[in-house]
């Protein structure tokens, strides 16, 4: 079965980077990071919470300067417009309706629905740079049906099944080597579940793209912010 077919035809496709190191782990201080090509010593985000520090160019306002037309549509309140990402974008949509653990985020669903919807609306004729931030392959690993449990063994009835992906109460016990082998693979079933899932709406937002002919000349990059600790360490 296939895990992420339009990813895994990117990456055919396309040039992939086999290694890829993260600055740093959390949400904002790794995107301030892509976003301005400086570590975060030099950009002042140490984790998420910490506003942008003034003065640094973006990405998004040097691409601005260049004559592109720039919408950022992100995923979750970790890049909320006060954090200041938003610098360089003519629209930046942190418009999120929903909640997931202790973190205001949209699935995936909702967020490439805004993202075509803000590419509909513009009334521009400059080249175009798209930035869709996707929060789903992130705790708690509770995608929707039915994808949720579509890799999990269907004998499990453990702790993991039996309270839901809350990381206060197993994330210690991932990080401590406490989980037994089967909580382990049921806790790394569900994140399969959400790359599934995030996968099949990267593909649709790539479909719904390439049927309005802003993918001939285009670049597209996907890549992750940071990666996601699963009992390896």
Known sequence: ??????????????????????????TL???????????PHQHGVPRNGFPVLDGIPTLAERLKGQGYH???????MALERAM???????????????KQHIMHQDRAERVVDRALARVDAR????????FVHLYDMHGPFAAPEPWRERFADPAYDGIFKRIGWKR??????????????????????LYLGEAAYTDHHVGR???????????????????????????EL
């Open 70 to 76: 720039t919408i950022g549509v992100v995923g979750a």
């Open 123 to 130: 009334d521009d004729a400059a080249p175009l740079f798209l």
């Open 84 to 98: 200041g990402l938003d610098r360089g974008f003519d629209v930046y949509d942190d418009a999120i309706e929903g």
């Open 168 to 189: 206060k109460r197993i994330g210690p016990k991932l990080a401590r080597g406490r989980a037994t082998p089967a909580e382990l693979d049921y806790g790394a079933s």
């Open 1 to 26: 079965e296939e895990l992420t077919p339009h990813l895994d035809r990117l990456a055919a496709d396309g040039v992939r980077f086999e290694r890829f190191y993260a600055n740093t782990s959390t």
């Open 29 to 39: 201080n790794s995107h301030t990071s892509m976003m301005t090509g400086r570590d």
């Open 205 to 231: 937002l790539l479909d719904a793209l390439q049927a309005r002919g802003l993918l001939d000349e285009a670049l597209v990059v996907i890549t992750a912010d940071h990666g996601q600790v699963l009992s």
